[in-house]
């Protein structure tokens, strides 16, 4: 790459078709060097109007040292040029490098209007100073054209006063080249073409032109206008004459709009600070993509822009809010936090957006992506709450299996075991998926409890009669206690013989014996201090013990001191094997 110095080279390049815009990678690498605060100042206006010769004055160079200039019909500049110099200005005792800028011409043959505008809002944007370069008289294409300048104003310098503004619009300057003016000065002609145009008819291309009129009034004194005459009849010779050779009062005023120009000049200042080189080419980048966005360009896309970073500040504020909550909740729990947690964010855009009116797109922009954050931890909520539910119904579901199957069937457990997952379920089961599962969790209990029921009679009589011949045998042989033998067996035989004679299968259970039967086996199996079928076979080992223990060496202490009636051994034979 040539040295960056006496030379000029282009920032900005149209596409082959002309309709957008990319970035030309010469020189802004040299840019991006530059430490100090930039300014730039820009000419635009219409092709062949004397914006090249325009700037070659303004950086006092000749048309062979500085910015070509074309004298053939077709636009020499195309797109946006440099000059690779800048001027060192000391601006409010701030050390600015100044860039002057040329810009391809408007209404040039093989170029569509969108083309002219993107060119129009990126000089807008990016300078310090735009000088706009006219011909003879201001036009209502002119006046039209301004309408992007005008909402910039209105979006970005309209701010709360004491908050930073995302950039400065430009210092317009109207220069006006002509060599009479009528009795009028320039300002006049300017304030004249700014009037309002009489519209009877009601026409709106007129009462649009005439908005943009009105608008034009917020600028204040961001604007002014200067008169420039022709510095020489003979304009294709100009670049071979030197000042002694130009019209003196063109150089006069030539030399009091170089004064103007740097009187205005200020550094280009983005979100409350002025931009050095790295951060200018930053800036240009991030409104060459604002400005190719759709097919035209518009004050909204920059709007867009400059709130995308705040978007993702808020949106991040919604998204770690919504992170700290404990999944799953319930629907209003979460639509509560949801909407508390979107009041903040939106609070937050408010506080710091850019823009007046497009910022609204922002806001809905914003607005969508919170609910689609939202989208996610909706189900997000659902699935863990699926989860949890579906665990704690599996969990209530092998509970009820297990008491299917208890050792010692108990309707006290089992009542006790369906009261602890329904209350388990109630208080532990939360979210979306909870209704769903209750509905499963009525059907699964009602299901198991009529089985156990259904089962518990049946099972209970024939572990009765399995324990009443178990204690015929104990009474017998181990313990020897006749009355313990004597009860079993009558146990045994109401159970086996009454019961089948005079009682049918359903009657049995609905008599008030069998109840009395049944109150005393659920005091005896199940109390909260007492689980019989948990603790069944450690105290039926030591049960066995203790009758071990008592057959070993109970009797020959305590023989014949025991109350109850003990089977004796025949006489005369204390160790002789008893025979039946």
């Known amino acids: 790459m040539k040295s960056m110095a006496l030379q000029m080279f282009p920032i900005i390049e149209p596409d082959p078709n002309h309709t957008k815009l990319h970035l030309a990678s010469e020189g802004l690498e040299a840019i991006k060097r530059i430490t100090n605060p930039i300014a730039a100042v820009a000419v635009i206006g219409p092709y062949r109007s004397g914006k090249s010769f325009l700037l070659n004055q303004l950086l006092s160079l000749s048309c062979y040292e500085g910015f070509g200039v074309g004298h053939m019909r077709d636009t020499k500049t195309k797109g946006i040029w440099v000059w690779g110099t800048p001027v060192e200005l000391d601006i409010n005792g701030v050390k600015t490098s100044v860039f002057y800028l040329d810009t391809e011409g408007f209404e040039s043959i093989g170029k569509s209007n969108v083309y002219d505008d993107r060119i ?37 310098y309209g701010r709360v006063k004491g908050q930073d503004v995302a950039f400065e619009p430009a ?25 309002h145009v009489p519209n009877n008819d009601g026409d709106r291309n007129i009462d649009q032109v005439n908005q943009i009129r009105d608008s034009l009034a917020i600028m204040g004194d961001n604007s002014t206008a200067f008169s420039l005459p022709q510095p020489h009849l ?83 504020l919604y998204s770690e809010m919504m992170a700290k909550l404990p999944l799953p909740l319930s629907e209003k729990s979460l639509q509560n936090v949801h909407e508390n ?65 208890l050792r010692l069937p108990s309707m006290a457990k ?15 089961c939360v979210g979306p998926s909870k209704a769903n599962y209750e509905l499963r969790m009525m059907k699964m209990m009602g299901k198991s409890k009529s089985s156990f029921i259904k089962e518990y009679n049946h099972r209970l009589f024939n572990w009765l009669v399995a324990f009443s011949l178990v204690m015929v045998v104990v009474g017998r042989f181990i313990i020897k206690f006749i009355l313990i033998e004597i009860g079993a067996w009558i146990l045994f035989i109401f159970l086996e013989t009454y019961t089948r004679m005079f009682w049918s299968a359903e009657s049995l259970y609905y008599n008030p014996v069998w109840h009395f039967i049944v109150a005393a086996w659920e005091t005896l199996v199940y109390s909260p201090f007492l689980d019989l079928d948990r ?46």
């Open 120 to 156: 129009f809002a990126l000089a807008t944007v990016l300078s310090s100073v735009l000088i706009y370069n006219l011909p003879e008289t201001i036009r209502e294409a002119d006046i039209s054209r301004l309408s992007f300048a005008v909402e910039l104003a209105e979006e970005f």
């Open 171 to 195: 210092k317009l300057l109207w220069l006006i080249q002509r060599d009479f003016l009528q009795g009028k000065s320039v300002q006049e002609m300017a304030n004249e073409a700014l009037q």
């Open 234 to 316: 003979l304009r294709t010779k100009l670049c071979d004459m030197k000042d002694g050779e130009l019209d003196p009062v063109y150089v006069k005023k030539r030399d009091q709009l170089k004064e103007l120009v740097a009187s205005i000049i200020r550094p280009k200042v983005v979100q409350g600070r002025p931009l050095n080189g790295k951060e200018f080419v930053a800036f240009l980048e991030q409104i060459l993509e604002a400005l190719n966005k759709g097919e035209i360009p518009s004050t909204g896309s920059l709007v867009e822009v400059f709130n995308k970073g705040i978007l993702e500040r808020c949106l991040k």
């Open 341 to 405: 947690s979107k009041g903040e964010a939106m609070k937050s855009f408010d506080e710091q957006h850019f823009g007046r009116h497009h910022a609204k797109r922002s806001v809905m922009q914003l607005d969508e992506e919170i609910e689609k954050v939202h989208k996610n931890f909706v189900m997000a909520n659902e699935y863990q709450s699926a989860k949890l539910c579906e665990a704690l119904y599996s969990r209530c579901e092998d509970r009820m299996d297990q008491l299917q199957v």
């Open 414 to 428: 089992f009542n006790a075991g369906f009261l602890q997952c329904n209350q388990s379920f109630e208080h532990e």
């Open 535 to 580: 603790w069944a076979i450690p105290l039926g080992l030591v049960a066995a013990i203790l009758v071990v223990y008592w057959r070993c060496y109970g009797r020959r202490k305590h023989g014949s001191q025991w109350l109850l009636p003990l089977y004796k051994n025949p006489k005369g034979g204390t160790h002789r094997p008893r025979t039946d």
